[in-house]
């Protein structure tokens, strides 16, 4: 084999190497990693084992500002626009990019602030850029609080 003919197949070989990582890079965002340690009692509902429902505040606090947030900022609750007994629990990092949205009252929907991505109460696109749903958790009233398993 000549010295040409060499070089080109270290060449080729780099090219193909390279692929793999370049197609990743085209990919969304990956989904937040997840806890695999088990939660303290003073850690929030976001790093719960499912099934275990724990209180983000109170349904007072919920009709007075119109939504509540977790204290990590991770998970918001809302009441449900179609049933005002039902609880809608989403994460509150935005499918697209991973911003935070925010819940609009006067749309009824949360909107991400980095690209106006627009997800209904239970998380459903309503606009892009983003493609896929936020992440919803199961949320109950409970003895006037309101409790999200996450």
């Keep these: 084999m000549d010295r040409r003919k060499l070089?080109?197949?270290f060449g080729l070989g780099w090219l193909v190497s390279l692929l793999p990582s370049s197609l990743t890079g085209c990919?969304?965002?990956?989904?937040?990693?997840t806890a695999s340690v088990a939660p303290s009692a003073t850690e929030s509902v976001a790093a719960g084992p499912k099934g275990n429902y724990q209180a983000i505040g109170t349904v007072?606090?919920?009709?007075?500002?119109?939504t509540l947030v977790s204290s990590n900022k991770k998970i918001a609750a809302v009441r449900d626009p179609k049933d005002k007994n039902k609880i809608?629990?989403?994460?509150?990092?935005c499918t697209h990019n991973g911003c935070?949205?925010?819940?609009?009252?006067?749309?009824k929907q949360y909107v991400c602030p980095c690209h106006d991505a627009?997800?209904?109460a239970d998380g459903a696109v309503l606009a892009g850029p983003a493609k896929k749903p936020l992440q919803t958790y199961p949320a109950?009233?409970?003895k006037g609080q309101v409790l999200?398993?996450?």
């Design 7 to 9: 070089i080109s197949w």
């Design 27 to 33: 990919t969304d965002a990956a989904a937040p990693p």
């Design 60 to 66: 007072a606090q919920l009709d007075q500002a119109g």
């Design 88 to 93: 809608l629990a989403v994460n509150t990092a």
């Design 100 to 107: 935070a949205v925010a819940w609009k009252s006067d749309k």
């Design 118 to 120: 627009e997800f209904a």
């Design 140 to 142: 109950k009233i409970e």
């Design 148 to 150: 999200v398993s996450a």
